[in-house]
């Protein structure tokens, strides 16, 4: 009885501890991602259009004879988006000087606790209870790492323990972040 409630609290417990884990690296991710974005306010918005519609002019000057105008559109593109790069370099040291360091240290710092409370909860929870198993075939000369505080060897299979699992949920969510937010 006891073996099969072992068996199945370890077949839904390896895919929910993973889903939690990959949770946490997206929110953490996002997180980050977002405090170093810049907002883009309407008069950015308006350069960006009016550069697009003189980039777009001067293309469509392609003779000869319109060579200087179309010269002259690009100049004047060239030097709305240097104004373009000055507004935004602007507007970024203003959000540097609005954003406090200890703002950011805080939710930084929030995040990491509820990430280490996380990983002490799920280690504790399943501590000696064996998150999956796999094939002793497929991970032949790592089994005993895997299986650490997990049990071991049953029925010519490794049982996954928390810790290993824990650190393999962890490197591949955070992979699959980065191409999330790439």
């Not at 997206?26 to 350069?47: D, F, H, P, T």
């Not at 930084?108 to 799920?122: D, G, N, P, S, V």
């Not at 999956?132 to 049953?154: D, E, N």
Request: charged share 20%; with cysteine.
């Amino acid at each position: 009885m006891e073996e099969s409630m072992v068996k199945l609290e370890g077949s839904v417990a390896a895919p929910m501890i993973f889903f939690i884990v990959v949770a946490v690296q997206y929110l953490s991710r996002y997180v980050e991602i977002n405090m170093s974005r810049v907002s883009v306010n309407a008069g950015e918005l308006q350069l960006r259009a009016e550069i697009k519609q003189l980039l777009k002019e001067a293309n469509a000057m392609s003779q000869p004879s319109t060579f200087a105008q179309a010269a002259k559109l690009r100049r004047m593109a060239a030097a709305k988006e240097q104004e373009l790069v000055k507004n935004h370099e602007k507007l970024r040291k203003e959000m540097k000087s609005s954003y406090d360091s200890h703002t950011k240290t805080l939710i930084i710092l929030k995040l990491l606790i509820t990430q280490f409370l996380m990983y002490l909860l799920l280690i504790i929870w399943f501590w000696r209870i064996p998150v999956a198993s796999i094939p002793k075939q497929l991970v032949q000369p790592f089994g005993k790492i895997l299986s650490w505080r997990a049990g071991g060897h049953m029925n010519e299979n490794v049982m996954v323990g928390i810790i290993p699992w824990l650190i393999f949920s962890t490197r591949v969510s955070k992979l699959i972040c980065r191409k999330i937010f790439k």
